[in-house]
């Protein structure tokens, strides 16, 4: 890398985490605002290449493996169905309709490269749906589904891509060909990942660790993305079945690797997708140039009709697979109409298809490559802008909620609480009873305190089910607690860093009195 792309990355960096701090501030979705401030700037500075390789190498790897540690797998055994409709059916009805579209359209470009361009803009994007969706209260089932499909939907794309890329340079791929490869590439992706998951499992069990387990998941997602895609398996696949496994034994790590871990992903989660989602929006002139032998009206047609058959075809499927789902299975879980209705309207697209269609060979020729290029860019930008702010607008007006399911689950959540802390304190009195003789006056006050603390715990999971917020004159007692010990706490850092201030307390040792102060109020918080 020369320094100039060094420093226009850097710089992208920065503007991006600046806007993506405005839009948190303002609780706006930030891949909306970063894609429109990339197109706002775009025009105004140097073009910024995105290559290919940064994004499927370098951004995707860990963006995926966050979503899958962070996802449930459970929950999404429970909507497999959905998922694999969506992740695979979908995909293939999206890159064959668009395909034959563009064909249409474009009769002079190859079949093969029309397939291309269909699975290219095929897998949508889940980051910003899922954002909006987790702030305005989507139901559970369909942010799971909204996420399974994020995660498997690009290993089917990718492949895709990768055979009617390869039909399109290298002559006919006949159709078992193309069935054989994608058949490998997801088998061989899962085996990778399961072999690399049971493999980092049994070297966190001899490691125990926080520092080293943090550092060592960090390389997982890419050793895991490398390793398959080295044999021309699913990278894809393999990054989603390392995530899924080891997220689902995060419990058997250490408190500690946990607390890390879970600020490290958000961290990098934040960095990257502000950095993606404005890469977006800064192609705008480098897009553009390419189609300086085309008419503008001619070429608007053509991605007004791409953008609109991409947006429909998923209406299509969603609601005529969800048909026939509910006549096939009967007694089952199946969406209503207004979560049907979200499930179509969820298709925005993002940066993976931009980095396919910019990874296109140069092989293909110059003006069917910027053409493809074109049409994948305003079907991403068309879809972010289009379905992306009206999304949320949507949901509210369409009126889906989990204000049931945040009632149960704060229900859920209170029961176990309940039989949690009454199990620790049978554990203290167990402990208690086999000590030798009676406890002296100092042991006792640590006893009561521990069952104090049980106490003031399970309150607070049953105060939470009367909606008491510590607002409005209607604050209760842990809110009370947690309130108070909050302004002593700040109180008692002060004193703190004014002996540091004095010389009278070591850097060192303010370093550690604070980070106790932090777990404590970090603790309240939760």
């Known amino acids: 890398m020369n320094p100039t792309m060094g420093l226009q990355l850097l710089l992208v960096a920065g503007g991006a985490i600046a806007v993506a701090a405005v839009a948190r501030r303002k609780g706006w979705p930030a891949p909306l605002l970063l894609v429109a401030a990339g197109l706002l700037v775009s025009p105004l500075v140097p073009p910024v290449p995105l290559q290919p390789e940064l994004v499927l190498f370098v951004f995707l790897p860990p963006l995926l493996y966050s979503a899958a540690l962070d996802s449930s797998y459970l929950r999404l055994r429970d909507v497999k169905r959905a998922v694999g409709l969506l992740s695979i059916g979908l995909v293939l009805f999206t890159t064959a309709v668009v395909g034959f579209v563009v064909h249409l359209l474009l009769p002079d470009l190859p079949l093969a490269l029309a397939f291309a361009l269909?699975?290219?803009?095929?897998?949508?994007?889940?980051?910003?749906?899922?954002?909006?969706?987790?702030?305005?209260?989507?139901?559970?089932?369909?942010?799971t589904i909204l996420i399974g499909e994020s995660l498997f939907n690009d290993a089917t794309a990718l492949t895709l891509y990768r055979v009617a890329i390869g039909a399109a340079v290298g002559g006919a791929v006949s159709l078992w060909q193309g069935l054989g490869e994608f058949v490998f590439a997801a088998a061989g992706g899962v085996a990778i990942g399961l072999a690399l998951a049971f493999a980092f499992a049994w070297l966190f069990e001899r490691t125990r660790d926080s520092l080293v387990e943090n550092t060592l998941m960090l390389l997982i997602p890419f050793t895991a993305y490398l390793a398959a895609e080295s044999v021309h398996a699913s990278g894809v696949?393999?990054?989603?079945?390392?995530?899924?496994?080891?997220?689902?034994?995060?419990?058997?790590?250490?408190?500690?690797?946990r607390l890390v871990s879970d600020a490290v992903w958000k961290v990098t989660d934040f960095f990257l997708e502000a950095i993606v989602f404005a890469l977006i929006g800064l192609q705008l002139v480098t897009v553009i140039e390419g189609m300086a032998g085309y008419g503008a009206w001619e070429v608007a047609g053509y991605a007004a009709a791409v953008l609109a058959v991409t947006i429909v075809s998923r209406f299509v499927w969603v609601f005529v697979v969800t048909f026939l789902t509910r006549l096939v299975t009967r007694g089952g879980v199946a969406p209503t109409v207004q979560q049907t209705v979200i499930l179509g309207w969820a298709g925005m697209r993002g940066v993976v298809s931009l980095a396919a269609a910019f990874a296109i060979p140069p092989t293909v020729p110059e003006r069917e490559r910027a053409m493809l290029l074109f049409l994948t860019f305003t079907t991403v930008i068309g879809t972010l802008l289009i379905q992306g702010t009206t999304f949320s607008?949507?949901?509210?007006?369409?009126?889906?909620?989990?204000?049931?399911?945040?009632?149960?689950?704060?229900?859920?959540?209170?029961?176990?609480?309940?039989?949690?802390l009454e199990a620790g304190l049978a554990e203290l009195e167990r402990l208690v009873a086999e000590q030798d003789g009676e406890p002296d006056e100092i042991q006792k006050q640590v006893i009561d305190q521990l069952r104090e603390k049980s106490w003031r715990r399970s309150l607070s999971a049953w105060e939470?089910?009367?909606?008491?917020t510590g607002h409005g004159g209607s604050e209760t007692p842990s809110s009370l607690y947690r309130r108070l010990r909050r302004d002593m706490l700040q109180a008692e850092r002060q004193v703190f860093v004014r002996l540091r201030d004095e010389r009278r307390l070591d850097d060192e040792v303010l370093r550690e009195v604070m980070s106790q102060l932090d777990f404590e109020e970090a603790i309240l918080e939760r």
């Open 464 to 468: 939470r089910l009367g909606g008491g």
């Open 393 to 420: 607008a949507l949901i509210r007006r369409l009126r889906v909620s989990s204000e049931q399911e945040q009632y149960e689950d704060r229900l859920a959540e209170a029961a176990a609480q309940q039989a949690a």
């Open 118 to 143: 269909g699975a290219i803009i095929a897998p949508p994007d889940a980051v910003a749906a899922v954002a909006v969706g987790r702030r305005l209260g989507l139901p559970r089932r369909a942010l």
């Open 237 to 257: 696949i393999a990054v989603v079945i390392v995530g899924l496994y080891l997220g689902n034994r995060m419990h058997l790590r250490g408190f500690g690797t």
